[in-house]
């Protein structure tokens, strides 16, 4: 009977995923609010609105301070772990998830702070938790906390880098690599509102584009549409990297990881810097592969983008963006 039990509790999980799936696909999308590449519009003003507003928030599923399942108690951490009959490829992925069904809270989410915390407090509380650990680690880098960050984000991997300024080069260097829990679309740039399509290009973050009372736990707006998007007609609004694990358009990441990011970007900014960029990339912008997309539409772009990332991998120092004629161009 334990054994069935096992087996059962990330099926119902999976159930769940799915129907959130389902609402997430039908969810009202947000009106369109622009921004610069360089010199971005300040997002609304945070006072005048609620904590929830989800006029400001991205059109995902619902928060989940709603979801009683993830209010439940976390499963036994081994269930995952013991070895059972898997008759298929998908019931091996509910036996030990990379990421769990929603619904399903594996044991690293137990320690995030509270959603249902007020924004400055939630922030400050998940910053109590997570620095004396970023610390540590910092330090066993060379890095220090509250230096400049730089992030770096990978659709077809799955991964969100988070590299910090070295004060004696003056470059940066990769601090931490983490998995982003869920996101949407296919391989190619934001297009319109509503695509479902993850952007890609260069951004930069602001200390009002940080949202500390975010439906998604802790989040930040990378400021898309930019520029450049802007040049070429894209539309879209309110693109983030969040917590809660459920995205349409946005990196969604778990709480407990956007909580160390938010935490470092947010201490950055606190610190001095200006803003932060974030480079989003279709893939990792080897020459190899890229050669694999000689056929695609985006090609040419895809060519464009290669140009600012390989401009931070000579010198690990982040590129100054302009456009122009519709082109990135790197100094």
Sequence with gaps: ????????????????????????QNAAVPEERATSSEQPASPPDEASRKPADPVNEPAHA??????????????????????????????????????????????????????????PERAKAAAARVRPGLEKALAAKG???GDPVFLRAFKEEGQVELWVRNRETKK???????????????????????DSQVPEGFY????????????????????????????????????MIHGNRVSIGCLAMTDT??????????????????????????????PQRLSRE????????????????????RGHVPPGIDVVDGRYEFK
């Design 257 to 286: 990881k956007i909580e160390e990011i938010y935490t470092l970007c947010d201490a950055a900014l606190k610190n001095g810097q200006p803003y932060f960029r974030v480079n989003l990339f279709p893939f990792r912008m080897t």
């Design 204 to 239: 930069i973050v602001p200390p009002s584009a940080m949202k500390p009372d975010s439906t998604f736990h802790l989040a930040f707006n990378i400021g898309y549409p930019n520029a450049y998007d802007q040049h070429h007609g894209r539309t879209g609004t309110f693109i």
């Design 294 to 313: 000689k056929d695609s539409q985006w090609f040419d772009f895809w060519t464009n983008l290669k140009e600012g990332y390989d401009f931070f991998e």
């Design 172 to 194: 940066y260097d990769l601090f931490r690599t983490w998995e982003v829990a869920a996101q949407s679309g296919k391989p190619g740039p934001k297009l319109a509102e509503g």
């Design 62 to 119: 619902s928060p989940k301070a709603a979801s009683p399942a993830e209010a439940s108690p976390a499963p036994d951490e081994h269930a995952f772990n013991r070895e059972l009959p898997v008759p298929n490829s998908a019931e091996a992925i509910l036996v030990k998830p990379t990421v769990a069904p929603q619904g399903i809270v594996l044991p690293e989410e137990d320690h995030a702070v509270s959603s249902s915390l007020p924004g």
């Design 1 to 24: 009977m334990r054994r069935l039990l096992i087996i059962l509790l990330p099926l119902a999980g999976l159930c769940a995923c799915r129907e959130k799936a389902s609402t997430d």
């Design 143 to 145: 890095l220090h906390f």
